[in-house]
């Protein structure tokens, strides 16, 4: 039980490229959603998903996009990568729906992403 | 204003000391409150959450509530080396499960 899987740990762009921030995780949470954790911020969700096929937007959704095809991936994508987008990027889930139970999130360790 | 404010630290007390962490919050929907401790270049784990008012103990660690102050704290009795890390404070409303907000930490580092 791996739990929830990130990669890559590392990774550092141009300005202007495009990557995918890949999360899984094997614990049939319905519940997925992604974060960005900067200095003096905190952790600021991105999007979220309450189940395959179903997304939203957080606090923060521009500049990236997200879908749900299965219940284990939930992908992130940067559209054109931008120095505003260097941050820590976390994945999170949990056994909760839409409606309860998301107290518990389960993160990543972690994908730490600059842009030049 | 941040919905959460969390403050920052740096915060060090020797081992053995009581620590006391605190968030402030505006929005009076929130109804549960979470503790989240993060170590170093690790995502964060759960430590305790509670619903609405009141006080939760679990060990070592109490998590309070004041809903009428917007206020709640984690208290660490013993404090221990192993639990110098970064403790967020997280909250969401009762009616939107999906979006849970959290304050921007504060580094604790428990001094041997």
């Known amino acids: 039980n791996a739990g929830v899987t990130q990669t890559p740990k590392f990774q550092v762009l141009k300005t202007g490229q495009s990557m995918t921030l890949q999360c899984a995780q094997d614990?049939?949470?319905?519940?997925m959603s992604w974060y960005r954790q900067d200095p003096g911020m905190g952790l600021r969700l991105i999007h979220y998903?309450?189940?395959?096929?179903?997304?939203d937007q957080g606090e923060v959704p521009n500049g990236y996009n997200v879908s749900r095809s299965t219940t284990e991936d939930f992908p992130l994508r940067l559209l054109s990568a931008a120095p505003s987008q260097t941050s820590v990027y976390f994945c999170?889930?949990?056994f909760g729906t839409g409606e309860t139970g998301n107290e518990k999130l389960f993160f990543g360790s972690g994908t730490q992403l600059s842009v030049l | 204003q941040k919905e959460v404010e969390q403050d920052p630290g740096p915060l060090s007390v020797p081992e053995g000391a009581i620590v006391s962490l605190n968030c402030t919050y505006s929005n009076s929907a929130f109804q549960y409150f979470m503790w989240y401790r993060q170590y170093s270049r690790k995502g964060p784990e759960l430590l305790m959450y509670t619903y609405s008012s009141g006080n939760k103990e679990d060990g070592r660690f109490t998590a309070q509530v004041d809903k009428s102050s917007k206020y709640i704290s984690l208290f660490i009795r013993d404090s221990q080396p192993s639990d110098s890390a970064t403790y967020l404070c997280a909250m969401r409303e009762y009616s939107s499960a999906s979006k849970i907000i959290f304050g921007s930490g504060t580094r604790l580092s428990i001094r041997p």
């Open positions: 999170a889930s949990s």
């Open positions: 614990m049939n949470h319905e519940y």
């Open positions: 998903s309450v189940g395959a096929g179903i997304t």
